[in-house]
């Protein structure tokens, strides 16, 4: 049976074949459903970024396996009503899609801390998602969001519509691609683009991701996704 830790390595070396000359892709490692002993795993095999989707889920496993060095990404669906346990817990969130959520990050998150590392979503997959900001707003946006002192703006995410062919797959990722470029030369900070999952994550570097998200491909199946009821209340 293949491993945790050799899943890891094979993914490692992959995403070292993609790599294009000037980024060196960050990979989080997404323990979504997953036992706290799978973390503690990858750990061992030299992982230390993770991310979760569910927030009492999520902070439940932060909490199991807190005396480990972890970076920890809340990279699910945010409702305004955990804002306040995604900014004690978390040390980046992607999916930002509104001022409104980027606001209450800001104010509950602790002076102690640094401020939080901030993408937002965008929808470039048009009709087939409802999640993630258009493309038309996504300056607008980015230009609220980062004066907020407790945040800091370091790019863009998102997570494009399956698309039946290769040439079709890689074109939402040409378009964050290109909006992260123009949007980058008025915000400094902006050094992440967060795109690519388990099936599409050598398109996605190919095309310019900084940060891979992969979960499946490393931890194997997810253990039951739809207990977790969070999602839908
Ligand atoms: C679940 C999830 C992932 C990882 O998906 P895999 O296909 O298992 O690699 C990445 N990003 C987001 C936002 C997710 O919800």
Redesign the pocket.
């Given at each position: 049976m293949t491993t945790i830790a050799e899943r890891l390595q094979a993914i490692q070396r992959q995403i070292r074949a993609v790599k294009r000359i000037d980024t060196n892709p960050t990979l989080v490692a997404?323990s979504?459903t997953q036992p706290a002993a799978s973390i503690r795993e990858a750990f061992d095999a030299g992982q230390s970024v993770f991310?979760e989707?569910y927030v009492q889920e999520g902070v439940a496993k932060i909490l199991a396996v807190a005396d480990l060095p972890l970076e920890w990404h809340f990279?699910?669906p945010i409702q305004s009503n955990k804002t306040k346990l995604i900014a004690e817990h978390f040390a980046w969130v992607?999916?930002v899609d509104r001022l409104n959520i980027a606001e209450r990050l800001n104010h509950a998150r602790a002076e102690l801390l640094p401020p939080i590392n901030i993408c937002i979503q965008v929808n470039v997959s048009g009709e087939a998602s409802k999640s993630g900001v258009s493309p038309e707003e996504v300056a607008s946006l980015a230009d609220a969001i980062a004066p907020l002192p407790r945040l800091k703006l370091r790019g863009l995410m998102a997570?494009p519509a399956p698309a039946k062919t290769e040439t079709a797959q890689r074109v939402p990722f040409k378009i964050l691609k290109a909006l992260f470029d123009q949007l980058k030369s008025s915000h400094p900070d902006f050094d992440t683009l967060s795109m690519g999952?388990?099936?599409d994550f050598k398109i996605a570097i190919e095309e310019g991701a900084t940060m891979v998200?992969?979960?499946?491909?490393i931890f194997g199946p997810?253990q039951s996704p739809n207990t977790n009821m969070e999602q839908h209340s």
């Open positions: 997404v979504k991310g989707n990279i699910g992607h999916g997570i999952m388990s099936e998200r992969i979960g499946s491909a997810r």
